[in-house]
């Protein structure tokens, strides 16, 4: 498995941006497609994007879709979400995860093809 340290989280105001980052230690990153997701109070967690073992593959929420960007420096174990045009309904707790299920080009787009998880951080937007 694959350990994982999410940061990057904070309170912004709606219109702001954040940049995450999800740093990955104890195994080889890029055996591993990695994913962010988010979980809302009193909602389910959902995935918000997800980037492929090679970094040539992604996925998109579509509430997310022009507004999010995910990344990933292999040579830095690092996987990044960049979160632009922030909306109070991004407010969740953000979470990073590796995959190693499917092809180097396969993006998992479902929490339970995850099986590695980070704690979480903290994603607050103001109107």
């Known amino acids: 498995q694959v350990q994982l340290v999410e940061s990057g989280g904070g309170l912004v105001q709606a219109g702001g941006s954040l940049r995450l980052s999800c740093a990955a230690s104890?195994?080889?990153?890029?055996?591993?497609?990695m994913g962010w997701f988010r979980q809302a109070p009193g909602k389910e967690r959902e995935v918000v994007a997800a980037?492929?073992?090679?970094?040539?593959?992604?996925y998109y929420a579509d509430s997310v879709k022009g507004r999010f960007t995910i990344s990933r420096e292999n040579a830095k174990n690092t996987v990044l979400l960049q979160t632009n045009s922030l909306k109070p309904e991004d407010t969740a707790d953000y979470y990073c995860?590796?995959?190693?299920?499917?092809?180097?080009?396969?993006?998992?787009?479902?929490?339970?093809?995850?099986?590695?998880w980070g704690q979480g951080t903290q994603v607050t937007v103001s109107s």
């Open positions: 980037i492929s073992r090679s970094g040539s593959k992604t």
């Open positions: 104890g195994s080889t990153f890029s055996w591993f497609a």
């Open positions: 995860a590796a995959s190693n299920a499917g092809s180097l080009s396969y993006t998992p787009q479902t929490g339970p093809e995850y099986n590695s």
